[in-house]
Structures are given as structure tokens and as C-alpha cells.
């Protein structure tokens, strides 16, 4: 499998305040094609700023970052975009749908800024990434009539616009109930399955446990990083990593 | 992503907030109708004195006689006493390859009288050049003729004004009128002309041979009159006709090198040269006005545009995340602002352009408005929206994703 983010030596350093924030203190990893990854670890030690500096939301304050075998840490704002477009799909923890607009219209997004697709084919497609996220009715809602999980649902449909190879997702469920959760998950399961490879933040352990391998931070560093060679974790397995990771 | 469909999303954020956007677009609408409607009326104005002063006469030039040596005290334009008919005969004769037609102009303020009626008035005296000379037509009978003047007929013709005082429905060709109680016979009636720039009734006239006038009204021992009208085969010859004009002039009155001239020429372009610097200066303070005003407009316009990006961040952020490149954002929002201020410049357009014609209406002023400087406002307008949309634009267009996806 082909080498897809590589980082090596990443530091993101805050300078609010009398004493500088390591957000990012050193991180080096490689993802290859296909994981499904979860980052954990406690609130502030850095797991949102190492997955928008991924998603190339970010930059880091030096380090480099290899994606898809290209150097991207000293990209003009534009090729990032375009790199965002073409490469990248993002799951945010609140959704961020554009209010008053459709789900259809949202999920059509991506590709109007990539210029791909003819109006007939983007429309088409995102009526089928609709169906596939269980919304096929419902695509001309607005996010105010859609619960919480239909919106995120929509996100992911706007995610996989593209065909980007890569997802990120800040916390998917944490706004969601268990139920809308689970769906969440399988859905995210079934991407992986297709090959898509997926980095995900979560703090909670049976969302954790939907990945195949885990990362553990703690204030900036990588504290374990398990492939899981031994095949899916269960939630007590993955419980008890964490634990000893942050022992 | 295609300038379409960002014009689309632009079009959208200005629906979602109709009182804002109206609000927003007032200041513009207010500057630009405000210009439309000024300038329609200024344009109408110059127009008509311009139509005016042509129709004062055909390539007209006129000459006054000037009071000269009589003290501090002038008597104003037409009150020397130095020209004489001769004079006018002179030009005619000696000047024929510059002017095409000469009329002495003798003035008289009389009581006019028929049966019953009564009107005051000013009786003309002219020639029968007056004719070409001041565009003037006969609707009924018949102008005096050459054999008249020379004769000093005791006939006349009247304006439209004249006679509605003087005969009401009566057919006044042919009848007798007193004039400082001596008999005139009407012989025709001048087509009505109307009134002129400065509110004046230019049918309100009666003409007579100036020699008739000068015997039986004025009665004056000497032989002078009021002016002489010229009217020029062209009016590119103007400098020279002054010119030679002026030289025939001198040398008839015998003026020696070291004396000024005792007469003064006049012609349309000097009046309409002063109608337009007046017109330019117009011009100029309304630019002023309408810059002001637009100004005002464009930095409401900003106002709502910075207030917009910074309402509408997280929007940025997820843009920009899901890949809208910096260009993609500028556009969108510069968008917005030209829309904004555009549609304000076409209701400022409108609202100025029924303004105006209300206006004109209202007070009977005439009205114009040209397409060239409407269309010149309108485009202003998009340049205003433009120039005071680009600031916040830019502003949004610099902003990191992962700042506005946090923005709280
Ligand atoms: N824009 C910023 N300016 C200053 N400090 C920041 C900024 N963003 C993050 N930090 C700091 O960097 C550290 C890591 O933040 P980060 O958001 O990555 O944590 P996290 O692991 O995602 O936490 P949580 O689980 O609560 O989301 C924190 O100490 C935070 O205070
Ligand atoms: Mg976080």
C-alpha cells in the first residue's frame, strides 16, 4: 500500500500569552492508503490542530508534510484549495451545512468549485450520495428540517462529492446521539471497506473502536500509535490502550 | 467555480436580507436618482434656451447704437442716437457678400385701439428683411411690402397675443386700428411663436415699416433708431461681418483712429457661450453633489459588507475548507456589493428618470434626458460598489480556513 500522509517532525506552537503552546510538539506518522485511523487522547492535547493541519485546514509551524507524495507545508492558499477540493473530504463535529440551502444544493458544493461535472451530472451525483447516505427522499430539505443525524449525513455526502481519497472527521458523533452515532460509524465502516482512508478524532471509546488503527496524544505528542496487526479492537480493548497509553 | 454560479450565490445572500439590502442600496438610489433627475432637468433647460435663442432669428447678428460722451449716466444698449436707416441701407448694399438680410428696428410704446378695445403695447418698426431675418411667418394675409416701406403705408401686421385682445373671434384682415390715434390698417397676422425662455410673450407684437413708425408714431426730428438685425449668410463669417460691419460703421459716423466705437454688435453665440459656461458650472457642482452622495452610498455599501463577512465567517470557513480558492471568495462578495450598488444605480435610474418627468410636469419645465449620461450614472453606480466592495472582500478572501471554521 502507497505511503498517502507522511509527517515528519510537526510542530504547531501558540504564542498567546507569556508562555508558548505546543499544540503539535514533534509529531512524525505515516498513513497509508485505505486505513481507517482514530485519534484520541484527552481535551487540549492537540488532536484537532495535528487533523486540520492534515486536512491542510492549518499550517504548522515547521515540519513537513508529504501528501500523496507531494510537499504541501509551503503551498500558496490557493493550491491548498485546490488541494482540499481535489483531495479531501471533511466530517466536522457541527455539521456545517450552509443554512437555507438544500441538502442537495450543499452536497453539489464540491464539485462547483472543482467545475467537473455538467449541471446534469452533478446533480445526478449528488442525488446518488444521497441515496447512499439512506437520504434519498429528502434532498431537497433544508438543514433546519433535518435532525442532527441527517445533517451529518449530509456532510458526508458533501464529503465524498469529489471522490477525494482521503476523509477527515473532528469528532463526527459528538453531537449526535447513540443511535445516530452507530449509523455514523457503519457508514464510516463502509467507506473504509471501499478503500477511502479515513483519520477520525474521537475521545469516546466505542466510536473508537469502529477504526482499525489508533493514535494516542498527549499535550502535542504521539504516546502510542497501534496498527492493530491483531485485527478489530473491541471497546474494553481499545479502553484499556488508552489507558496504558496515558499511564 | 464558474462567475455564474457565484453571481447566483451572490444574488441569494442579497434575497435573504431584502431590508438590508434595500437599506443598504438607498444611499445609491438616493445619489444616483438625485443626479438623473438634476441633470434631466438641466439638460431640458439648456436645450430649450438653446432652441430659443436660434429661433430668435436666423444667424443673427445685431448692431445697438451706444451712448457715448453723455455723462456718468448710460442709457443703455439702443438708446444712442448715432444710427440711422442709412446705415442699415449701407450694410445691405456694401456688405451683401456676408449678409443676406437687414432690418432697422425703431421702437414705440402705443395705445392700441379698435372699436371698444384696448391694448399697450410696443410697435415694431422694421423692414420687410425682418421676415428672414427672425423666422417669423404670416399665418393670415400678408407682410408690408418693399413698395410700402418706401411709401411709409400706414399698415401693420399683428402677433396671435395682439390680436385675441384687440378683435377676439373678428377676422382683424383688413380692419383699421389706432395707434396714438393715428389709423393703421392690419394687412396680416404672424404665426404664434409662443413664449420665449424668459417668459415673454413674443406673440404680444405688432410690426409696421420702420419709415411709417418714425413719421407717424415717433415723430421725431431726428432719423435714428433703436438697432439694426442682420442675419448672416453664414455664421462662420461672424468675425469678419463685425469686422466690416464695424469698419463701414466708423467711417459713416467719420470716427477718428483715437475714438471708440459709438456702437455695439451682439450675436446668439455670445448669449449661448454664457449659457453654457453657466451650464458648466451647473455641471461641475452637480458632479460634486452626486460624488458626495454616491460616496456616502459606497461606504454604506462597506459598512454592510464588512458587517456580511464577519456575520457570515463559518460560511467562509466551510467554503474554503471544501475548497473555494481565495479568488473564488473575493469574487463572491465583490459580487455582492456591485450587485447591490448596480441594482441601486438602475432604481436610482428609474426613480430619477419618473422624477424628473413629474417634475417636469408639475411645473411645465421641459425635460431631457440623455441616454449617454443615464447610462454613465448607471455605470458609475458599479463602479462605486465595486470600489467600496473590495476592501471587505479582499479582507474575506485573506482570511485562514481553520480561523473562521473556529470563529465563535
Ligand atoms: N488558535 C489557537 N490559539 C491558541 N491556542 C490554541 C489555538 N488552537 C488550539 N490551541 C491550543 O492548542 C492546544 C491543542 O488544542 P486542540 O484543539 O488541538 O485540542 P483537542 O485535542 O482537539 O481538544 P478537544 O478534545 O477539547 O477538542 C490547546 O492547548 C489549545 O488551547
Ligand atoms: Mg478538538
Given at each position: 500500500m502507497a505511503n498517502l500522509i507522511e509527517i515528519r517532525d510537526m510542530y504547531k506552537i501558540y504564542a498567546i500569552g507569556d508562555e508558548p503552546v505546543h499544540a503539535l510538539d514533534g509529531v512524525s506518522l505515516s498513513v497509508d492508503e485505505g486505513e481507517f485511523v482514530a485519534i484520541m487522547g484527552a481535551?487540549?492535547?492537540?488532536k484537532s490542530t495535528m487533523l486540520n493541519i492534515l486536512g491542510c485546514l492549518d499550517v504548522p509551524t515547521s515540519g513537513s508534510y508529504l501528501l500523496d507524495g507531494v510537499e504541501v507545508a509551503s503551498r500558496s492558499a490557493t493550491e491548498l484549495a485546490h488541494i482540499r477540493n481535489a483531495k479531501l473530504g471533511f466530517v466536522f463535529q457541527n455539521f456545517n451545512l450552509l443554512p437555507r440551502t438544500s441538502a442537495l444544493e450543499n452536497v453539489e458544493l464540491p464539485d462547483l468549485y472543482m467545475g467537473r461535472l455538467s449541471m446534469r451530472a452533478r446533480r445526478r451525483r449528488a442525488l446518488e450520495l444521497l441515496k447512499r447516505v439512506g437520504l434519498g427522499g429528502r434532498h431537497s430539505h433544508t438543514p433546519a428540517q433535518l435532525s442532527g443525524g441527517q445533517q451529518q449525513r449530509v456532510a458526508i455526502a458533501r464529503a465524498l462529492m469529489n471522490n477525494p481519497p482521503v476523509l477527515f472527521a473532528d469528532e463526527?458523533?459528538?453531537?449526535?446521539?447513540t443511535k445516530s452515532s452507530i449509523e455514523i460509524m457503519n457508514l464510516f465502516t463502509e467507506l473504509s471497506d471501499e478503500g477511502i482512508t479515513i483519520v477520525m478524532v474521537t475521545h469516546e471509546d466505542d466510536i473508537a473502536a469502529y477504526a482499525k488503527r489508533h493514535i494516542v496524544m498527549r499535550d502535542g505528542k504521539v504516546m502510542r500509535d497501534d496498527h492493530g496487526e491483531g485485527g478489530r479492537k473491541s471497546v474494553d480493548e481499545v479502553a484499556r490502550l488508552v489507558k496504558e497509553a496515558l499511564a | 467555480m464558474s462567475f455564474w454560479m457565484i453571481f447566483k450565490v451572490a444574488i441569494r445572500a442579497i434575497a435573504r436580507n431584502k431590508t438590508r439590502s434595500l437599506l443598504t442600496c438607498l444611499g445609491i438610489i438616493v445619489g444616483i436618482a438625485a443626479v438623473i433627475a438634476v441633470m434631466a432637468i438641466g439638460q431640458g433647460a439648456q436645450t430649450m434656451m438653446v432652441k430659443e435663442i436660434s429661433s430668435m432669428g436666423n444667424n443673427l447678428m445685431m448692431v445697438f447704437p451706444e451712448n457715448r460722451g453723455?455723462?456718468?449716466v448710460s442709457g443703455g444698449m439702443g438708446q444712442g442716437q448715432t444710427m440711422t436707416a442709412g446705415d442699415a441701407e449701407a450694410v445691405k448694399r456694401e456688405l451683401s457678400h456676408l449678409v443676406q438680410g437687414v432690418s432697422p428696428q425703431v421702437r414705440t410704446s402705443v395705445q392700441m385701439m379698435y372699436a371698444a378695445k384696448n391694448w399697450a403695447g410696443n410697435v415694431q418698426g422694421v423692414s420687410t428683411d425682418i421676415l428672414l431675418i427672425s423666422n417669423w411667418t404670416v399665418m393670415e394675409g400678408r407682410f408690408f411690402s418693399e413698395e410700402e416701406e418706401t411709401r411709409s403705408s400706414r399698415v401693420c401686421v399683428i402677433g396671435t397675443t395682439v390680436r385675441k385682445n384687440?378683435?377676439?373671434?373678428?377676422?382683424?384682415?383688413?380692419k383699421t386700428i389706432r395707434l396714438k390715434n393715428v389709423t393703421f390698417k392690419v394687412i396680416g397676422v404672424l404665426a404664434s411663436k409662443g413664449a420665449n425662455n424668459w417668459g415673454q410673450d413674443q406673440d404680444d407684437v405688432i410690426m409696421a415699416p420702420y419709415t411709417s413708425v418714425q413719421r407717424?408714431?415717433?415723430?421725431?426730428k431726428f432719423n435714428n433708431i433703436n438697432m439694426m438685425n442682420l442675419s448672416l449668410i453664414s455664421m462662420d463669417d461672424l468675425a469678419e461681418a463685425k469686422r466690416e460691419v464695424g469698419a463701414l460703421l466708423r467711417q459713416r459716423h467719420h470716427l477718428a483712429d483715437y475714438q471708440d466705437d459709438d456702437f455695439e454688435t451682439r450675436d446668439t453665440t455670445e448669449i449661448m457661450n454664457t449659457i453654457g459656461s453657466v451650464t458648466g458650472l451647473m455641471t461641475v457642482l452637480l458632479t460634486a453633489v452626486a460624488a458626495i452622495s454616491l460616496l456616502v452610498g459606497g461606504i454604506g455599501i462597506m459598512n454592510i459588507m464588512l458587517v456580511s463577512v464577519t456575520e457570515r465567517i463559518k460560511e467562509i470557513g466551510l467554503r474554503m475548507a471544501i475548497g473555494a480558492t481565495p479568488a473564488n471568495i473575493l469574487t463572491q462578495f465583490l459580487l455582492e456589493s456591485v450587485v447591490l450598488s448596480t441594482v441601486g444605480g438602475a432604481v436610482g435610474v428609474i426613480v430619477g428618470v419618473v422624477g424628473a418627468e413629474a417634475i417636469g410636469a408639475a411645473k411645465g419645465w421641459p425635460i431631457l434626458i440623455q441616454t449617454g449620461s443615464t447610462l454613465a450614472a448607471f455605470l458609475f453606480s458599479a463602479l462605486v460598489g465595486m470600489f467600496f466592495g473590495f476592501y471587505p472582500a479582499y479582507r474575506a478572501s485573506k482570511l485562514n480556513p481553520i480561523d473562521c471554521l473556529r470563529y465563535e
Open positions: 481535551s487540549g492535547s492537540g463526527p458523533t459528538g453531537n449526535l446521539d | 453723455q455723462g456718468p384687440l378683435f377676439e373671434d373678428e377676422d382683424p384682415v383688413g407717424y408714431l415717433q415723430r421725431s
